[in-house]
């Protein structure tokens, strides 16, 4: 039997290969200025502070985690093109927002805040993508598209901070345009770019994206979003209800996966400036490597896991990559006897520029009665006396670090590609905008709070404590997949349709 004509087959998979670049660039439009905020905000506006900063990054996810359910809903009634058009046009309008912020008198970093949540915002169309992909690819697509939506979106996140490095070469004055008061400098143009590029995506949407569905076995079906381009419906194929149960577990799961990811990327840069003693510069420096060196992990993963897939399902894979994640995690505990430099600050008004080995650590009365020369000038580094913890937990070794790196950096993409094709297939032939902003809702609230838990459990009770409760984490999160486990199948073989 012909299941779709060869000019529908073309078409379909270059509205999907928009899908691609719609997800690339909204990914991008969230790294392309994550290393120049923290600069640009206290060029701006002098009054901001570090806590504020933690707003405005967390506002993107905030702004896409309130949009996404809202796109959702609107590309289940209404042709997709309207919200991705919608969408998209609100993150260029927030970009050339972000290189105004500079022109208000007063409160700058509060326009800079509603800039970034705009970009956020915009940036919940990654539930329409995620949903026209899962409605116009069958089952046996399904995997390998999830996968390459995956990686545009790791892609994305790599070459952000790329396209911001080429842009610091203008300089921080760069050029000024008086007449329509615009700076383009290293801070400005990174957004103006991802502005030009949103209105490329905008045009290639008009020109070239349509409307597609097809059933689970790659039968073309009519759309209620297709304003009659699709015809041959097969209604009889949506008759069921969607599993529930396994919907809220895969949420549940998608959660954990994007919290223990938000932490792992929170913590590298205090963890390693507290147990290696690194300078903030080699902090940011040599963690930016690491971070580079696992998105290109990230997207071999994604290429490798399409085929895999198809000799041990997707369920075996979630939970293996789940093992992985919590094997990186574990080895992150420390385990030693080696306690770790202990940065000497603020000792009768001075400060001290280097790390002391803690077992020459002496008595705190001793501490008090120390001269110490008032012309220190160098960056201490360290592990502060204001967490108590590193008077008695043993030092993380960079080789646990690196370690845990390469698992993580191998778990993660397995779990976040294995979770969206598993959850694609179980809602089936059902309109999925509502569900898929519901997921990616829940990631994004995830990536609001990883951050914030870790922050304070990790500076407050130290490594120990914080790796454990991640940990205890990851083995509820495998109990629910065991519980849950013969759930997890497509909407079709669910109802007898096919054969798993």
């Not at 990616?440 to 922050?455: D, M, N, Y």
């Amino acid at each position: 039997d012909v299941v779709e004509t060869q000019e529908h087959y073309k078409s379909r998979w270059r509205s999907i290969w928009i899908m691609y670049l719609t997800m690339f660039l909204s990914s991008v439009g969230f790294s392309i200025v994550i290393m120049s905020v923290w600069p640009y905000l206290q060029k701006i506006d002098p009054t901001a502070d570090a806590s504020f900063l933690g707003w405005i990054i967390a506002s993107y996810s905030i702004g896409q985690m309130v949009a996404s359910p809202l796109f959702g809903v609107w590309s289940n009634y209404r042709p997709r093109k309207e919200p991705l058009v919608v969408s998209t046009a609100i993150s260029v309008a927030a970009n050339c927002l972000y290189a105004y912020v500079h022109v208000p008198r007063s409160h700058n970093k509060y326009y800079m805040l509603t800039a970034r949540a705009l970009v956020g915002f915009g940036a919940g169309n990654v539930a329409v993508v995620r949903s026209y992909i899962a409605g116009a690819t069958s089952l046996t697509e399904r995997t390998s598209a999830m996968a390459n939506t995956s990686a545009c979106q790791a892609v994305g996140f790599i070459l952000g901070p790329v396209f911001q490095t080429c842009f610091t070469l203008i300089g921080e004055e760069g050029v000024t345009w008086e007449l329509i008061r615009l700076q383009l400098n290293m801070y400005t143009a990174p957004v103006l770019f991802g502005a030009l590029l949103g209105v490329i995506n905008i045009i290639l949407i008009f020109a070239i994206f349509r409307e597609h569905r097809v059933d689970d076995m790659g039968r073309q079906c009519k759309s209620i979003n297709s304003e009659g381009e699709e015809n041959d419906a097969l209604d009889q194929d949506t008759e069921g209800n969607v599993d529930h149960v396994a919907v809220v577990a895969l949420n549940v799961l998608f959660f954990v996966i994007l919290f223990v990811f938000a932490v792992f990327e929170t913590i590298a840069t205090p963890l390693t400036m507290d147990m290696y003693s690194w300078t903030r510069k080699e902090a940011v420096f040599y963690n930016g490597i690491i971070l580079s060196v696992i998105g290109i992990e990230s997207v071999i993963v994604f290429m490798v896991v399409k085929t895999l897939s198809k000799k041990t399902g997707e369920r075996a894979i979630l939970h293996g990559g789940l093992l992985i994640v919590l094997v990186g995690f574990f080895i992150l505990l420390p385990w030693g006897k080696k306690l770790p430099n202990i940065q000497w600050q603020e000792i009768k008004n001075n400060s001290v520029p280097r790390a002391v080995p803690t077992e020459m650590l002496m008595p705190f009365w001793s501490l008090q009665e120390m001269q110490l020369p008032s012309n220190h000038t160098a960056e201490p580094v360290g592990c502060p006396l204001t967490q108590s913890w590193c008077l008695n937990t043993p030092m993380v070794y960079l080789a646990q670090y690196l370690s845990s790196d390469v698992l993580i950096g191998l778990g993660y993409p397995v779990c976040n590609v294995m979770s969206y094709t598993l959850y694609s297939k179980i809602l089936g032939p059902k309109p999925q905008g509502v569900y898929m902003g519901w997921l990616t809702a829940s990631g994004s609230g995830a990536r609001i709070l990883g951050p914030v838990f870790v922050s304070q459990i990790y500076t407050h009770l130290g490594p120990r404590w914080a790796f454990s409760l991640i940990c205890g984490v990851v083995v509820i999160s495998l109990l629910l997949l065991e519980i849950v486990y013969k759930r997890l199948i497509a909407f079709s073989v669910r109802y007898g349709r096919m054969q798993e």
